[in-house]
């Protein structure tokens, strides 16, 4: 059975931090291109950030860039996002998104972050 488990997600002051991860199995996740999505309340998807099958590339959306970074450990098949400097405006649930180089793509079931005094 394929998983993508997201976790670290929960209640931040602004200008905090926090690191999400998102724990994979059920498929070869080497061999996965991964992505973090997020779905602000009342909003639709926005693409966050996403990272190769090897680690060595990455790209953010323009309203993360500096602020967060995405990484991946292929031996512990984890996905991790490191938030900094948060907003307000990054409350909101972020989801763990796995594609395959011939399309076949896996989503987890999300975890709440909340940016808030």
């Known amino acids: 059975e394929v998983q993508l488990v997201e976790s670290g997600g929960g209640l931040v002051q602004p200008g905090g931090s926090t690191r999400l991860s998102c724990a994979a199995s059920g498929f070869t996740f080497r061999t996965y291109a991964m992505s973090w999505v997020r779905q602000a309340p009342g909003k639709g998807l926005e693409w966050v950030s996403g990272?190769?099958?090897?680690?060595?590339?990455?790209s953010y959306a323009d309203s993360v860039k500096g602020r967060f970074t995405i990484s991946r450990d292929n031996a512990k098949n984890t996905l991790y996002l490191q938030m900094n400097s948060l907003k307000p405006e990054d409350t909101a649930i972020y989801y763990c998104y796995a594609r395959s180089p011939t399309g076949d793509e896996y989503w987890g079931q999300g975890t709440q972050v909340t940016v808030s005094s």
């Open positions: 990272i190769s099958i090897g680690g060595a590339g990455t």
